[in-house]
DNA sequence: GCAGATATACATCTTACAGAGGTATACTGT
DNA sequence: ACAGTATACCTCTGTAAGATGTATATCTGC
């Protein structure tokens, strides 16, 4: 996902909605995009410069003179509509690097339990993050009426049905690797006097 | 997810199992890790030519005298142990940057439908990824007696999980905002030749 | 047996961007 | 008045993704 300038569109995105300065673009994407887009603390002013240059943007408070004032910038007709070409185009996916479950695939490889304590821990942070999403969920429920509301609707399912199965995954996994791992380990202790066996490849 | 060079561990966990090129890492990465894992292309050479200068692989075949010579590395006993240590860590998560969710998100925001499209073609897209796993555990079931078979099975459950739910997920949101979204575009005709509704903000 | 096409193997270069730090201003207690 | 701390904004640097380049091996038809 290189080389697409991607951290532009949750700017214009947002920036549709009102008005902003960086600091709180930063704390907006912390906030509200948080379950499914993260953003870089230094991707955002280059961005906005970029942005600013390319006229998708302008400021409306602030002259960069004096220093540390708060810049206010404002999408323009021109960023909405590149903003609006860009929602059109297929989205393209990031491409996936989990340790986690790299992990899982190489744990015969590590320390005795040391991955079933990590599908233990992953488990527990996503029951968390469930809790948590489910009361993010009853205070944007006093936003009934936002035109957005359906689509913010749609966005808390989705968190809710990946982690579900995130959590089953959790359950399964360990009921069926707990007791092999077990054996395993005593398999090994049993033949380490002997041939070593569990080096053999 | 940067400084961490994270390349190395998938390449030290296939020398776990043998000996390979680097042309051989790639296709296998590709191959077997790919539903959680992708490598580019261009991080291999360098990652490899790390190893070796930190004593985690050696060269087995090919001086690097003649050029273009196939060139194989295995793991030494240092790498194993690296490889170990890095497994017991607490594995960190990849920042999301979810494209098609960030659009789903900004629907409002693009041309009618084009959102509702995409999420027609993901749906499309994760039926197709399901139907290949399933062939490809098909093909794995054959290694029964491999001894990470048990840990294969729980990586294919874990995809087909996730599927399950975001296949579960298009079709409840498809459902949810398709008649929306048609109402909207009515109200919006209706309204366009008076006061330009749809661009209140 | 060789000319051209194609696949394989390796390498480099550019650019996005994550993470961390830095600086200036505003506020707060003493 | 002054130190300490919080806030708002901005910069720098190393890592690695992805594109692209190039050399060698293998195949194909003539």
């Not at 951290?7 to 995105?13: A, E, K, R, S």
């Not at 970029?50 to 206010?72: C, H, N, S, Y």
């Not at 986690?100 to 015969?108: E, G, I, T």
């Amino acid at each position: 996902m290189a080389r697409t300038q991607s951290t532009q569109y949750p700017i214009l995105g947002l920036l549709c909605i009102k008005p902003l300065s960086g600091y709180d673009l930063r704390a907006e994407i912390e906030g509200t995009l948080n379950s499914f887009w993260r953003e870089s603390e230094g991707q955002i002013y280059p961005t906005l410069r970029m942005l600013e240059e390319t006229g998708q943007i302008v400021r409306i408070e602030g002259q960069r003179k004096q220093a540390r004032e708060r810049q206010v910038y404002a999408i323009t007709d021109l960023g909405r509509q590149r903003l609006r070409a860009w929602i059109a185009e297929e989205p393209r996916m990031q491409s996936p690097r989990n340790e986690f479950l790299l992990k899982v695939w190489m744990m015969r490889h590590g320390p005795e339990g040391a991955v079933l304590a990590h599908i233990r821990q992953h488990r527990q942070q996503v029951a968390i993050r469930m809790a948590a999403a489910a009361e993010l969920q009853t205070l944007v429920e006093r936003n009934r009426s936002f035109p957005d509301f359906p689509v913010w609707q749609t966005l808390f399912r989705y968190g809710a049905l990946m982690r579900e199965a995130e959590l089953a995954w959790c359950d399964e996994t360990l009921a069926a690797l707990e007791p092999l791992e077990r054996r395993e380990a005593k398999a090994a202790t049993c033949t380490r006097k002997g041939k070593k066996l569990i080096e053999q490849r």
